[in-house]
Nanobody
Framework: QVHVVESGGGLVQAGDSLRLSCAAS????????MAWFRQATGKDREFVAA???????NYADSLKARFTVSRDDAKSTLYLQMKNLRTEDSAVYYC???????????????????WGQGTQVTVSS
């Protein structure tokens, strides 16, 4: 059984940096795509960043200048480095894994098979 567990969230101030981690287990993730989505209170869940097995990355246009996604397959871990955080970045951040994405790093949440429980990021002004 696949398990996906996020960590690294917390309360930070605007302008700070934060790195989220996502530990995956239960299967070989070398050929999987992994991604981050987020959901702010009262808003729809939205795509943040994705990375495929060959480190091809996709980003939400509004975030690519401040967020960097990476993965360490030896540790089956996905990361999201966030810098210059803004209050509007406050949300629950979810890590997702997809095994049927081929060479792609999809931005659609329907392409991902497994979701973590999320980690809360709160940015204060």
């Amino acid at each position: 059984q696949v398990h996906v567990v996020e960590s690294g969230g917390g309360l930070v101030q605007a302008g700070d940096s934060l790195r989220l981690s996502c530990a995956a287990s239960g299967r070989d993730f070398d050929n999987a795509a992994m991604a981050w989505f987020r959901q702010a209170t009262g808003k729809d869940r939205e795509f943040v960043a994705a990375i495929n097995w060959n480190t091809l990355a996709n980003y939400a246009d509004s975030l690519k200048a401040r967020f960097t996604v990476s993965r360490d397959d030896a540790k089956s871990t996905l990361y999201l480095q966030m810098k210059n955080l803004r209050t509007e970045d406050s949300a629950v951040y979810y890590c997702v894994v997809g095994f049927t994405t081929g060479w792609r790093a999809p931005i659609s949440r329907s392409e991902y098979n497994y979701w973590g429980q999320g980690t809360q990021v709160t940015v204060s002004s």
